[in-house]
């Protein structure tokens, strides 16, 4: 259930200012029904407020206060009851005043106070924190549940329910950044939605670049821009490498046959022994379905040493594209060719040979070639 717990934590939390000086003072006052009179409300932080994990008060009066130091603005979710199911709502916080009340549950709550406060709740009121509570539900029923055939089957169902959460938070982030060029909200929302280990600078920079010069130069706007352009592969923009090597049914097989008769090719370098490959295979599949009538194919190059163990993954996995590996495992000469040294790894390549992207991975793969071709 990491997974899980991951996703709801990360989920729907901004900041506000652009800098602030250390130490800068926040208090936030809340107001409730007074049937909540002396029970504990939590402000649980999120990661980047390491030094602390959470707070609580005892509401007293129909009323609780949380004061404290920011020295950058930083996500929370203010908590009733259990911190996975209980009562709860998303927030930020940063230097000033926030007003939170609601006569009822905490998640039907008004949340005002700056400029930036405003800028966040119009995004979550959106629909962005409707879609937090939809995974909460589908995931509290499926704690509920005994172990059993019933729970099985309904793993698929919240697996789903994370794809369509993951999709339309994406819209609704990318839409509020269009809209919403000079907020802070949309630098801290485009960091979340591409967390260091997920940094795509083809998706990303169109997002980044729309923001506004102040923005960006905001402490977290440089580092995120850094971060932005480290990720950018360095084979962006050069010519592709050519090479033959071994299809299942020992034939001979070169990228340039693949390159030359399609508008674009993924070269796909992966193996059925690497596990965050075979988990990358299914958006592989999905984007090749989608697009294999417009000029997409996928050639994947293999790093096993197995020829069963290869054929019996691509059968698995439902990959009806090319494939080819000399089955010599780290030894495999395309990948020294590209210098792979780690997988999964791709790079995408248009019919004149450019290689136009890298590293396209889950969503971002579709992404691409859905604004590719449109």
């Given at each position: 259930?990491k997974i899980i717990k991951s996703i709801i934590l990360g989920a729907l939390v901004a900041s506000p200012f652009f800098g602030m000086a250390q130490g800068d003072a926040y208090i936030i006052q809340g107001?409730?029904?007074?049937?909540?009179?002396?029970?504990?409300?939590?402000?649980?932080?999120?990661?980047?407020?390491?030094?602390?994990?959470?707070?609580?008060?005892?509401?007293?009066?129909?009323?609780?206060?949380?004061?404290?130091?920011?020295?950058?603005?930083?996500?929370?979710?203010?908590?009733?009851?259990?911190?996975?199911?209980?009562?709860?709502?998303?927030?930020?916080?940063?230097?000033?005043?926030?007003?939170?009340?609601?006569?009822?549950?905490?998640?039907?709550?008004?949340?005002?106070?700056?400029?930036?406060?405003?800028?966040?709740?119009?995004?979550?009121?959106?629909?962005?924190?409707?879609?937090?509570?939809?995974?909460?539900?589908?995931?509290?029923?499926?704690?509920?549940?005994?172990?059993?055939?019933?729970?099985?089957?309904?793993?698929?169902?919240?697996?789903?329910?994370?794809?369509?959460?993951?999709?339309?938070?994406?819209?609704?982030?990318?839409?509020?950044?269009?809209?919403?060029?000079?907020?802070?909200?949309?630098?801290?929302?485009?960091?979340?939605?591409?967390?260091?280990?997920?940094?795509?600078?083809?998706?990303?920079?169109?997002?980044?670049?729309?923001?506004?010069?102040?923005?960006?130069?905001?402490?977290?706007?440089?580092?995120?821009?850094?971060?932005?352009?480290?990720?950018?592969?360095?084979?962006?923009?050069?010519?592709?490498?050519?090479?033959?090597?071994?299809?299942?049914?020992?034939?001979?097989?070169?990228?340039?046959?693949?390159?030359?008769?399609?508008?674009?090719?993924?070269?796909?370098?992966?193996?059925?022994?690497?596990?965050?490959?075979?988990?990358?295979?299914?958006?592989?599949?999905?984007?090749?379905?989608?697009?294999?009538?417009?000029?997409?194919?996928?050639?994947?190059?293999?790093?096993?040493?197995?020829?069963?163990?290869?054929?019996?993954?691509?059968?698995?996995?439902?990959?009806?594209?090319?494939?080819?590996?000399?089955?010599?495992?780290?030894?495999?000469?395309?990948?020294?060719?590209?210098?792979?040294?780690?997988?999964?790894?791709?790079?995408?390549?248009?019919?004149?040979?450019?290689?136009?992207?890298?590293?396209?991975?889950?969503?971002?793969?579709?992404?691409?070639?859905?604004?590719?071709?449109?």
């Open positions: 259930m107001k409730v029904n007074p049937i909540y009179n002396g029970k504990f409300i939590k402000l649980i932080y999120t990661p980047e407020k390491a030094k602390k994990q959470m707070d609580s008060v005892q509401i007293a009066k129909g009323a609780f206060v949380f004061k404290g130091d920011v020295d950058r603005p930083f996500g929370a979710k203010l908590s009733m009851g259990n911190d996975e199911s209980g009562d709860r709502i998303d927030l930020f916080i940063s230097a000033g005043e926030i007003r939170v009340a609601t006569k009822d549950s905490l998640r039907y709550a008004k949340i005002t106070g700056n400029k930036i406060t405003e800028s966040y709740e119009k995004l979550a009121q959106g629909g962005l924190r409707s879609l937090e509570y939809n995974v909460i539900e589908v995931v509290n029923v499926f704690k509920a549940m005994p172990e059993g055939p019933q729970k099985k089957d309904y793993t698929k169902k919240l697996l789903e329910e994370f794809e369509n959460y993951s999709s339309q938070k994406r819209k609704f982030v990318n839409q509020f950044i269009k809209e919403n060029p000079d907020s802070y909200v949309s630098l801290y929302q485009l960091t979340k939605s591409a967390p260091d280990n997920l940094l795509n600078y083809e998706t990303s920079f169109p997002y980044y670049d729309r923001l506004s010069q102040t923005v960006k130069d905001s402490p977290l706007g440089k580092e995120f821009g850094q971060k932005l352009m480290a990720s950018k592969g360095t084979l962006t923009g050069e010519n592709y490498k050519d090479f033959v090597s071994t299809t299942p049914d020992g034939k001979q097989l070169s990228l340039k046959e693949i390159v030359g008769s399609n508008k674009y090719t993924l070269v796909d370098f992966w193996a059925s022994w690497c596990g965050p490959c075979r988990k990358e295979n299914p958006y592989v599949v999905k984007t090749f379905d989608a697009f294999k009538e417009k000029g997409f194919t996928v050639l994947s190059v293999s790093l096993d040493d197995n020829a069963e163990k290869w054929n019996q993954a691509i059968k698995l996995d439902g990959m009806p594209w090319h494939h080819v590996s000399s089955l010599k495992g780290w030894k495999e000469p395309a990948a020294a060719l590209y210098k792979v040294s780690a997988i999964p790894m791709n790079l995408l390549v248009d019919s004149e040979g450019k290689v136009v992207a890298t590293n396209l991975r889950g969503e971002a793969l579709y992404e691409k070639m859905e604004t590719l071709l449109k």
